[in-house]
């Protein structure tokens, strides 16, 4: 089993930042791909940006290239997002994901943590 626990997550204001950790324990040496999901209250889960094993190539949602950073701890399967220039449009649960391949699509993910909320306020 994998578990994923994420932190960081709280209240600020627009054009603040923020930075999510997530991380990972159990039997991780087949999770070769890890990313972060969110999803606003009465809208679907979307991608907003995924990570390699080796840490070397992040890839991310349009919407929040420039703002938003992933990356991977080289000593243990940990994984953040580093979030600036917030708007309110980004509140919503930001949640943690792995499975085999990284790809943009949820469906392809098999491990999740519980998620951790974000509120950016005007």
């Known amino acids: 089993q994998v578990q994923l626990v994420e932190s960081g997550g709280g209240l600020v204001e627009a054009g603040a930042s923020l930075r999510l950790s997530c991380a990972a324990s159990g039997r991780t040496s087949s999770m070769y791909g890890m990313a972060w999901f969110r999803q606003a209250p009465g809208k679907e889960r979307e991608f907003v940006a995924g990570?390699?094993?080796?840490?070397?190539?992040?890839y991310y949602a349009d919407l929040v290239k420039g703002r938003f950073t992933i990356s991977r701890d080289g000593a243990e399967t940990t994984i953040h997002l580093q979030m600036n220039s917030l708007y309110p449009n980004d509140t919503a649960v930001y949640s943690c994901a792995g499975g085999v391949l990284p790809t943009r699509d949820a469906r392809n993910y098999i491990y999740w943590g519980q998620g951790t909320q974000v509120t950016v306020s005007s």
């Open positions: 990570i390699t094993r080796s840490g070397g190539r992040g």
